[in-house]
């Protein structure tokens, strides 16, 4: 059995925490500062406080000062910190690491370098730290349901073909279903922009319930519509990042996941209702926008890539961004698909 | 303003009405054989009954009989039956077009070659009418939803790029938003394959419901696993069939829409939690079950042409067939995805 260090506590890297002791190895969880309180909770009663569930890790809780203890001899290291968590991962875990150690990333993100080519995160660390084998996570997993034992089918990719196969042997169960790839950037640019194109597919949940008031059936005509517009222009950025074709799947299942997923759901509804984003974001406060960091990043981007043609190739992506800067009205243009 | 000839009562056929009004056209619904009643009942209060709306053809309803009639002077035919109705088609429409004729077909399907190859009907119907330029749609469409006006995107595909461009001039509206495409055989193959992959992704509703009993809340790891396996598995086959990579988003919204749409969910999430199909079947009497015939259809196509590696390549696809044909168990072997 072996070590698994999972920094940062919150929801989906506490998750991670099931398949991992289901497989029988010691799990450590290492909350990052914003993660405190869930610390402090889970070491009086083994709660944790937003998961809403018990956590399988016994006595192996960490505060972000106790990191270098908690990876003493690990075998695994999971980055379990949210896309704006990048910065003070790179700051603080790195360092600490030996060479040769294996880092599992579920980080949701990219970073734009100064000509507007996007760099998914597993790249960018291991440019910090090239002696690190640096592998991530993709696909469809809501926390929750991982945490449950339902049956949920992740891709792991990497470039280091023996250490993506250490990270699914290590927690591979018989709910947690994992598949190897080496294509790093379409699986990440599919989990990147999952949650930019789930806001766009909530825009008609909005558009529904402000023409038929609270409570009323849900149309899926327009849903679908956005839904194969989001397909299709992922598919496209996965094409210009270089990613291969068939990550496209992994894209459309990651969708599927988070426009029943919760805050990004929630995001895209508000202004599909016509609710302005300032305004939007404040009903949201307290919630993580990744959906808003992705979008705005992407788009400029593409700009800088593209020029005028970042538009037509992308109208979706382009519209969110108008309603999240500009104060665009959030109604569709449809005919910008066509 | 033209005059528009929609052959097939039935729900999607009809609401084809409604976008052809209102751009100002004469549109004559003609019932099949099957479709009495519906053509009856509007005759008497302008209800359609399956529909449950009332009908914005006014007078211009025909029985089967009357079908000559009805196609007199027609600018455009729609080809509104279901797939169990493409041979009374054939046998029917077909020889009363005047050379020239605009079809546009609306029938999910595809036929099977003695070779395994698969026709989609469009392609059928131009080998027994070659003087006749046969178009089709494709993409997310719930026909209740397409008739109340909701934002619908759909393809309109054919070989003979003029007549798709006049079909969609006829058609567009506010509301009804239409791509043209020259990919018959993508846009087909994913038009003929959402229902059986929706059946398939609906086993997981099914499976869920077995193990936290009714009226759980869903999940949708499994769900999603499934439908992302479900795009994997029709851009292969879209690929094997001839069609273009582009095609697989509408693939996807197609999906999307109906895994939400009634009668397909209704019989995967049954079979998911553990109905054997002959029950299933039975519990649906009366429902046309096009996922069921389709899945039939192209496994057994599949094996014709891949032997033993249609299996490996349709995994989900020869599932579902074991399901229906050979009474195997639901439960999905996650690690044939993998």
């Avoid at 099931?18 to 914003?34: E, I, W």
């Avoid at 610390?39 to 083994?46: F, L, S």
């Avoid at 839904?227 to 068939?246: D, K, N």
């Avoid at 202004?271 to 305004?279: N, Q, T």
């Amino acid at each position: 059995m072996a070590i698994v260090t999972i920094v940062g506590a919150g929801m989906m890297g506490s998750a991670m925490s099931r398949p991992a002791r289901d497989n029988g190895h010691t799990v450590r969880l290492v909350g990052t500062p914003l993660d405190r309180e869930i610390i402090d909770r889970a070491r009086e009663d083994g709660f944790h406080k937003t998961l809403g569930r018990p956590l399988p890790v016994g006595e192996e809780l960490y505060q972000a000062e106790e990191l270098s203890q908690a990876l003493e001899g690990a075998d695994l290291v999971i980055g379990g910190v949210s896309s704006f968590g990048v910065d003070w991962l790179a700051e603080t875990l790195l360092p600490l690491l030996p060479a040769g150690a294996r880092v599992l990333s579920i980080t949701k993100g990219l970073r734009m370098e100064a000509d507007g080519s996007l760099t998914p995160f597993p790249r960018y660390l291991a440019s910090l730290r090239p002696d690190v084998a640096f592998c991530a996570v993709g696909g469809p997993c809501i926390s929750f349901e991982l945490m449950d034992g339902w049956d949920t089918h992740v891709a792991f990719c990497g470039e280091d073909g023996e250490a993506v196969e250490a990270c699914r042997r290590l927690l591979a169960t018989g709910y947690y279903h994992i598949t190897p790839s080496s294509d790093v950037r379409g699986v990440e640019c599919a989990v990147a922009m999952k949650n930019a194109y789930a806001m766009g597919v909530s825009l008609a949940i909005g558009a529904a319930l402000r023409a038929q008031g609270e409570g009323s059936p849900e149309k899926y005509n327009p849903q679908a519509a956005l839904f194969a517009q989001s397909v299709r222009e992922m598919t496209s950025l996965i094409a210009l990042m270089g990613g291969e074709a068939g990550s496209a799947a992994w894209a459309a299942g990651d969708l599927y996941v988070t426009v029943f997923g919760g805050r990004t759901r929630r995001l895209g509804t508000l202004l599909g209702s016509g609710v302005p984003f300032p305004e939007a974001r404040e009903r949201l406060a307290g919630v993580t926008l990744e959906s808003v960091a992705i979008t705005t990043l992407v788009m400029e981007a593409l700009r800088r890539r593209l020029g005028e043609e970042a538009g037509r190739r992308f109208p979706l992506l382009e519209h969110l961004d108008a309603i999240l800067n500009q104060g665009a009205d959030a109604a569709v243009d449809w005919e910008r698909f066509v």
